[in-house]
């Protein structure tokens, strides 16, 4: 139960349901999962916890500054899933990005 | 009558130019040569006829008559006025002075058109003798001036000087003697200055006899002083006696008897050596003069006696009156009474006819003079008139050109106007029809935009209408399937999405389909306070997620109202609340009888106020205040509207009111309410409550070391508050799992504070009662 070698996932939605249900379709085992209710939260969040994935609610209070988290380095989010999705589905999604933004980050260094 | 007698000479001069026979012979071969009619030979034939007229007067008009003819021929002019003025000298020898007068004129005439100055004064010279011996002194006056001021112009000293001489001897005549002094005087300086000493000598004569006669004795004498010696150079013994005459006179003036004496006998013994008849005449009146003065009256008889004899031998009655006059007074000094009766008598004939003469000579001077003075006044008046008429004339020419130029000028500049104005308005005109043409070219640029707006707006209202149509299909069509899924589901997360869908769907149907037609109400009498349980529990889930309640305020009342339909309106209300609802907060109802069985229904949440602009819109359709990319209070913004219109349905009113100490109350009113009569008042107790979690001493000691964990969780690590809780949920009790289910809606909307009061309520076991 090693928390390093687990994929940092931050979930940020200001729907206490969604957030249930996200993090009930998500393996616990394989993730740390971290929660923003706000989109400036979410941003200092996947910063300062450089997160290796992001969920996010594209409609959130305090949306501002969300470009910067877009365009910031090391972050690849770049992938999009309409509500509603199923369990399996936000899993083999999240799986593909993290491997994508791994070998990315690679092919930079 | 001690009057003294003088004896004045007077002299004509003349201008006699004698020329020599053997001049005209040598002209007349000069002539006889001259075979050419030209000037030359005209010029040849009128000096040959001016010359020859002192030997043969006819000859004279011959050569003037062919000179005329000639010059008449060769249209010489000088040469026809030379030979008219030649004829004049004629015919004034010939003594007809009408035809001698007319040459001159006519030469005149000729003269001024060449301005032949010469010819033309000795013309007006000739004519002024002319009339001079007719005794017309005004006009001999008048035409002697005329000569005089051409000769002047002309510059001809000798002309000059010999007309002025003629003006005085004129004067003389007419007895205007001062006037006639400063000629005479100027006349000497010119024949002084072109040493014509003997005419000299006439001139100085008459300037002593001038002063001499106006009693100015000193000039007289220092004139004579100057003639004695002049007359002795030229030799001139006629002129030096009569000069000793005069010197006498002014010595015996002077006093000087002695001198005067021996003077008269210069002037005898000159006179009778020469035998000069005038000088010996003079000479003896002179003494004889004297010596009866000086009372020596036999010498005096002696000379008078002489000077009677020499006067007789004249034909002027002066001189003989005056020989008498002066014997009679010595016969009557020497009481000779006989003699002296015989030489008065004489004396008296003599000067009565003297007299008479003059007397007629006066008169005629004097008619000459008013016919002279009247001709000129008429000459003046006419030339007066002429002048006037000159003037008028001139005046009407200058009005007639100045009027003509002043039109002329006007005409120019009225033509100049006009032409500015004419190029002003085609410029004009140009400019015009340019923005007209341009004006055209946008209108037809507008028109065009304005059809192409049309025409996208008609598309896109087609647009909007097809998509509005497919929208209400769609959402139509979803109604179906929703309620199918709220049947047949037992999830009651499912349940709860599903009743939030097909609550939006609902509005924007029935928005979209009461905005055309009318509400379809089945009104019924219902229970206010069953229509709001039912809405509580169907959104129980919600509340319960804010731990929160519906607290209702009041005794129940029978309302009048579409069941479904106020169902729905408080189902909005509350959905509605509860999002804009902080946690922990409970939801208030309250009621307020109105008049006449109405009733206000009023539904509280102590959320954020609504900003007091965005009030008056909040029933709008797809109004929603806030921020708009607040999701959280995010919906189609079409509930509010649907219970405005279903309120206004049932005849009743809708409005929000919102202030930040009170909370935001959302009312309507219904028309028609009754009180019922039941009531629970145990259940109004309870539910006024804060809805509370109570954990037992063992649940406290079951979450101990989770909670000890959890404390140092950061709020956000929501994989680790998982990780602790989840495991104990199952075994514990209904409180632990509730206190559980807090922790986390607390987590995932990262509420610090409910957090902390969950953890503290955790470790001590007390409620801490939320702010009421």
Known sequence: MKTDSKYKILLADDEPQNIKDLFQALNPESYRIFVASKGKSAVELALNQQSDASIMDCEMPEMEGMENLLTAPGTATNDYIKKPFGSNEIETRLQSTITHSLEQQKNYT | ?772
């Open chain 2, 1 to 772: 009558m001690k009057k003294i007698l003088l004896y004045l000479i007077l002299i004509i001069l003349y201008l006699p130019i004698f020329s020599q026979n053997a001049e005209i012979d040598s002209l007349e071969n000069l002539l006889a040569k001259h075979q050419k009619t030209d000037t030359i030979k005209i010029d040849l034939l009128n000096d040959i006829a001016f010359k020859v007229r002192f030997y043969n007067l006819d000859k004279t008009l011959q050569y003037a008559i062919r000179a005329d003819s000639l010059a008449e021929f060769v249209d010489y002019k000088k040469g026809k006025a030379k030979s008219l003025k030649i004829q004049g000298v004629y015919y004034r020898n010939k003594e007809d002075d009408a035809k001698a007068l007319n040459c001159y004129q006519r030469s005149i005439k000729i003269s001024q058109e060449i301005n032949d100055q010469i010819t033309m004064a000795a013309c007006y010279n000739n004519i002024g003798n002319i009339y001079k011996s007719q005794g017309n002194y005004p006009l001999a006056l008048d035409n002697y001036q005329k000569t005089l001021s051409l000769f002047e112009k002309t510059g001809n000293k000798y002309y000059v000087a010999v007309i002025q001489l003629n003006i005085a001897g004129l004067l003389e005549f007419m007895g205007k003697k001062d006037e006639k002094l400063p000629y005479y005087l100027k006349a000497a300086d010119y024949f002084n200055e072109i040493q014509d000493y003997r005419t000299l000598i006439t001139v100085y004569q008459n300037i002593v006899s001038a002063y001499v006669t106006s009693g100015n004795d000193s000039l007289a004498l220092r004139y004579t002083i100057k003639l004695i010696p002049l007359c002795k150079t030229m030799e001139d013994d006629e002129k030096l006696s009569l000069a000793f005459i005069n010197y006498g006179l002014i010595e015996e003036k002077f006093g000087n008897f002695v001198s005067a004496e021996q003077k008269y006998f210069e002037a005898i013994s000159i006179s009778e050596k020469n035998n000069f008849k005038r000088g010996m005449l003079g000479a003896y009146h002179s003494i004889a003069r004297y010596y009866y003065y000086q009372g020596v009256y036999n010498l005096a008889l002696k000379y008078a006696l002489k000077a009677n004899k020499e006067a007789n031998e004249t034909d002027r009655l002066e001189e003989k009156s005056r020989a008498a006059e002066l014997l009679s007074f010595i016969y009557e000094k020497t009481n000779n009474y006989k003699e002296a009766y015989k030489y008065h008598v004489v004396f008296k004939t003599i000067s009565d006819s003297i007299f008479n003469e003059s007397n007629i000579k006066e008169i005629t001077t004097l008619e000459n003079q008013y016919k002279f003075d009247k001709e000129k006044e008429v000459l003046e008046a006419e030339q007066t008139k002429k002048d006037a008429l000159q003037e008028a004339e001139l005046k009407r020419q200058r009005v007639v050109r100045n009027s003509f130029i002043i039109g002329f000028v006007a005409m120019i500049v009225f033509a100049l106007i006009i032409f500015k104005n004419l190029v002003h308005i085609k410029k004009a005109n140009r400019t015009l029809a340019k923005q007209k043409a341009e004006i055209e070219v946008q209108k037809e640029e507008i028109q065009t935009q304005a059809d192409k707006i049309t025409e996208q707006y008609e598309r896109l209202e087609n647009l909007d209408q097809f998509k509005e149509s497919l929208t209400h299909a769609l959402v139509h069509d979803l109604k179906n399937p929703l309620s199918q899924v709220l049947i047949n589901t037992s999830n009651q997360n499912v349940r709860n999405a599903a009743g939030k869908m097909l609550r939006l769907i609902s509005n924007m149907l029935d928005v979209e389909k009461y905005e055309t037609t009318e509400f379809d109400l089945n009104k019924e009498k219902h229970s206010l306070k069953e229509i709001l349980e039912e809405v509580e529990n169907g959104q129980e889930t919600n509340l319960l997620e804010k731990n929160m309640k519906l607290n209702l305020h009041f005794d129940d009342y029978l309302i009048l109202a579409d069941k479904e339909l106020m169902t729905r309106v408080f189902d909005n209300l509350l959905s509605n609340a509860i999002r804009y609802s902080p946690l922990n907060r409970n939801i208030d109802v309250f009621t307020e009888a109105l008049a006449n069985d109405a009733i206000k229904i009023s539904m509280r949440n102590y959320g954020e106020t609504i900003p007091e602009e965005a009030l008056p819109f909040i029933f709008d359709k797809y109004r929603q205040f806030g921020k708009t990319d607040c999701s959280s209070h995010r919906s189609t913004g079409l509930g509010l509207t649907f219970c405005k219109m279903a309120v206004e349905a049932h005849g009743g009113n809708i409005g929000v009111s919102s202030m930040p100490e009170e909370g935001t109350d959302f009312w309507f009113t219904l028309p028609y309410a009754l009180k019922n009569g039941e009531m629970d008042e145990n259940e109004i107790a309870t539910q006024d409550d804060q809805r509370t979690i109570r954990l037992s001493e063992t649940d406290i000691e079951v979450l101990k070391e989770a909670v000890n964990q959890v404390k140092e969780f950061e709020i956000f690590e929501i994989s680790r508050f998982h990780e602790i809780l989840d495991p104990l949920r199952e075994p514990s009790g209904v409180d632990v799992n509730d206190w559980i289910t807090l922790i986390f809606i607390a987590v995932y909307i990262q509420n610090t504070d409910e957090l902390d009061r969950l953890i503290k309520l955790a470790e001590n076991g007390k409620t801490e009662n939320t702010d009421r």
